[in-house]
């Protein structure tokens, strides 16, 4: 059998629909409809029951999946195998992250990226708001996922993997707690919290008024802790209020487009075969 015979076989039984499974293999669905033909007339039975309303495996090739699937994934992590070594890409990928929810992308993205080259490892570490760009700087990681800007000189922006609306955080009895959205001129005068150290730049792009109150503190629990208690307001994601809820507190969405975007960086002279096999693996 040749691989994309194999291949056209386990993607319809996944998809159990012509069209798609067209699709996802970028073919035609004649092309699909010819390769399932040519291997029935090979085995001499029927591997999938089709009518005008669904396609459903047979007895014979439920078999042939159960049998064919775990062999074939032997073949694909033994030329996964193979390549990496034959290439130079084994070894311990570093990965950063900020926020929980770029975790919640970033570990299923790493999980598939060992399954693809089983010669590399992957470990995560949380990077602190207050020291964004000090782990790739001091080569702890090899690549971080951070909230942009970051107009770095030593840093390269790749792509974007998380992209949420900016919210207000302010503690519920707060006068802009009840409106439906507020606007960056309602921050006006207000005292709005940021985390220590972050670059003048970063905090012009998220709060681009002039008549305003920054204070900053050393991470993003002490901002939430100090609005809560009615010291102030801060910009955040969505992902606040779901993944790191507090009593009193409440998030108001920010009109005009306000984003957090959320990309891998790297230091520009820094980029081993490891890490850049991920980023491959990412963008592809």
Known sequence: MERQDIEVFLALAEELHFARTAERLHVSAATVSQTITKLERRFGAPLFRRTTRRVELTPLGRQFLDDLRPAYAQVQAAIAIATAAGQGITGRLELGYMSAAVAQIVLPLADAFRDR????????????????????????????????????????????????????????????????HVSHDDLAGETVFFADDLPGYWIDHHLPVRDRTILTVPGF??????????????????????????????????????????????????????????????TN
């Open 117 to 180: 080259m089983p010669g590399c490892q992957v470990a995560i570490r949380e990077t602190a708001l207050a020291d964004l760009f000090g782990p790739l700087r001091r080569a702890e990681v090899d690549l971080s996922v951070l909230p942009l800007p970051a107009d770095e000189p030593d840093l390269t922006v790749g792509p974007v993997l998380l992209s949420e609306p900016a919210m207000l955080a302010v503690p519920r009895e707060h006068p802009l707690a009840c409106r439906p």
């Open 221 to 282: 629990q002490e901002i939430l802790a100090y609005v809560t208690s009615g010291h102030g307001v801060a910009i955040v994601g969505t992902q606040t209020e779901r993944l790191y809820p507090r009593p009193g507190l409440t998030c108001v969405p920010i009109a005009g487009g306000t984003r957090f975007d959320y990309a891998l960086l790297w230091r520009t002279d820094r980029l081993n075969a490891v890490a850049d096999a991920f980023l491959s693996h990412v």
